[in-house]
């Protein structure tokens, strides 16, 4: 059962090679960047000002196929898939929390990016602490990770991106 | 350009209908299921134990159309989509963090769920604090919300579902 989902935008950021880029928001140091709403969907923006961060969902489109048994860049052991955050995953759906700085029409001005240059959007939510956070949630064994790694390389990527930068 | 997502799994619960269904998680006063992940995906499991929560990215096969405008359940007003957790969107696709109970094999039994019966699976992540937790973002609209309904109806659903449960 192929199910098909459509870009509602894309997201523009100054990250274009997987080597060197942050791994999770919380790793950016405030990296900025953009993500552009189509124009069917702008009016859908109402309201998201007043919420400090939002949901990104998008299309992991320069990952590679996935594998069940990875490397995570936080370990130097092979975990399950699923255990993990990277980004080779069965249906790379890439789910990152940013900082809203504003909204300008059709494009938010985000804060806290790890997402790559030219990724398609699927969804937008809004951050909801009610329903989101959960500060004392065991995180099994990323409690402690035995890489310090914050930085991702190009394990999970497939095509060559361009040079590093000093990303 | 569109793209193609392939169910990895399927969630089972005891929500057969929209109407009554907890709108979140965290007001589903810790109602069980299951999430019975395909076999080829299920080596992919190894070392989730330990997570207290997972993220569940699902399809919302029994969403109706998406509009850009709708009175969200918190509410009595209308509110742009994107600023809402509504489940009819362009792309309809849910996110829940539910407590992880245990693993068997290829299923995973869990709570505080409000993901109705057959929903199709697409990802699996674990919750990580660090990454996921910011209890004092500020929640927008939602600080001071107009409507204090916990449980859906049918206003973001297509079809008819069978009689309403005690749910």
């Known amino acids: 059962?192929?199910?098909?989902?459509?870009?509602?935008?894309?997201?523009?950021s100054p990250l274009e090679d997987p080597a060197g880029a942050p791994i999770q928001p919380v790793y950016a140091d405030g990296l900025t960047g953009a993500v552009e709403i189509l124009?069917?969907?702008?009016?859908?923006?109402?309201?998201?000002?007043g919420f400090d961060r939002v949901w990104l969902l998008y299309w992991c489109h320069r990952s590679?196929?996935?594998?069940?048994?990875?490397?995570?860049?936080?370990?130097?052991?092979?975990?399950?898939?699923?255990a993990t955050r990277a980004p080779s995953r069965p249906n790379p759906i890439g789910l990152s929390c940013v900082r809203l700085l504003r909204i300008e029409r059709n494009v938010l001005h985000v804060a806290d990016l790890d997402i790559l240059d030219g990724t398609p959007l699927l969804d937008l939510k809004p951050y909801v602490p009610e329903f989101d956070s959960f500060p004392d949630s065991r995180p099994g064994w990323l409690a402690r990770p035995n890489a310090p790694r914050r930085r991702a390389d190009r394990r999970f990527h497939d095509r060559p991106g361009p040079p590093q930068t000093s990303a």
């Open 64 to 82: 590679a196929e996935a594998r069940m048994r990875v490397v995570p860049y936080r370990d130097t052991r092979q975990r399950g898939l699923f």
């Open 39 to 49: 124009e069917p969907f702008a009016e859908g923006l109402a309201d998201l000002e």
């Open 1 to 12: 059962m192929p199910l098909i989902v459509r870009p509602i935008g894309m997201i523009h």
